[in-house]
């Protein structure tokens, strides 16, 4: 019994989980001979923004490069294609409530919007381990240096 509880931690240290137990409390509290399912992971948020970069006049800019900030943490990033638009979509185990987007490229002066997110925000997950998707579009103007 020692050495079946001994084991039972060092697994779960090394991030494995037991479904069954020699205690009473196995089952669930209707059915203590019902087995429990194991479930091992973490919840995740799919988080996605798009949007389009323009200029001033409204005219596309290409070859932008658009980050997706926390913090002074860069989740993710990508480039503006030749029309100006741009999509992040990152899979993350934590909510970003102050998300940022920050806009760069080398003639124009570098930009940074809002992009929060409430827990509100996300849909349709399966209320276990996926807690659904939220989407934002951010388009942004870009002045000339």
């Known amino acids: ?3 079946n509880k001994l084991l039972r931690l060092f ?3 090394l991030g494995f989980s037991a479904c069954s137990s020699d205690d009473d409390n196995s089952g669930s509290p209707t059915n ?3 087995e429990q399912p194991c479930e091992y992971g973490t919840p995740t948020y799919t988080y996605q923004i798009k949007g389009k970069v323009t200029d001033l006049t409204n005219t596309p800019i290409d ?3 658009v980050k997706m900030m926390t913090g002074q943490f860069c989740i993710d990033s990508t480039m503006t294609d030749t029309i100006g ?3 992040i979509s990152e899979e993350h185990t934590q909510l970003y409530p102050e998300m940022k987007t920050v806009y760069e490229k080398k003639g124009y002066q570098s930009d940074t919007l809002d992009a929060d997110f409430s827990a509100e925000e996300f849909k349709d997950g399966d209320g276990k381990w996926f807690n659904g998707s939220a ?4 388009n942004a103007q870009l ?3």
């Open 143 to 145: 002045k000339n240096n």
């Open 11 to 13: 697994l779960v240290l």
């Open 1 to 3: 019994m020692v050495m």
């Open 63 to 65: 070859s932008v490069k």
């Open 135 to 138: 989407s934002k579009e951010i």
């Open 85 to 87: 638009s741009y999509q």
């Open 32 to 34: 203590p001979n019902e």
